[in-house]
């Protein structure tokens, strides 16, 4: 739960402490959603190796049968018939999982983007709302009378 407003009830600050505080916030938050990202490209990295092992074990599996299938007599042609069949089965599946990780990194891109926009729109509605709701001052300004000029803070 990333926190990406800092807001503090009843307590009136300074236009530039609170854009320090802001600064601060979102620097944090960006942390953590730098951390959360690196964990993601790492799952998905994850899932791109095993699918790419997985049809590449396969391919090598079928390579191996067609070199062993005149010597292996022992089976039953019903057997190797249905082993055959559940290896194109699972080599099939393989590629159709191989082709899907196109949609699979887009698919997490997606629901990434849209985590992080459904924060940013939480941050914002809180803040809108407190501005309305709130029945003190959430800034105040400084003005120092000089001889000759008037300094406001801030400007």
């Known amino acids: 739960n990333t926190k990406m407003l800092e807001l503090h009830e009843n307590r009136i600050v300074e236009l530039n402490a609170f854009l320090d505080e802001q600064r601060d ?4 938050s960006k942390k953590d959603f730098d951390t959360t990202i690196e964990q993601i490209i790492n799952e998905i990295d ?5 699918v790419i092992e997985s049809n590449e074990r396969h391919e090598l ?10 010597k292996n007599k022992k089976k039953s042609m019903v057997d ?7 290896r194109k089965r699972m080599k099939r599946l ?6 899907m990780l196109g949609y699979y990194i887009r698919l997490i891109d997606y629901t990434t ?21 709130r029945k003190t001052r959430l800034f105040f300004t400084t ?3 000089g ?4 300094q406001f803070n801030p400007d």
């Open 46 to 50: 994850l899932v791109n190796q095993t």
């Open 61 to 70: 599996e079928e390579l191996e049968f067609a070199k062993m299938g005149m």
């Open 94 to 99: 393989a590629e159709e999982h191989q082709g």
């Open 143 to 145: 003005v120092k009378y």
């Open 113 to 133: 983007i849209e985590t992080l926009v459904n924060t940013l729109d939480k941050s914002v509605s809180k803040f809108y709302s407190e501005m309305i709701t």
């Open 25 to 28: 916030a979102r620097n944090d």
């Open 80 to 86: 190797e018939r249905k082993e055959a069949e559940e």
């Open 147 to 150: 001889k000759d000029s008037m």
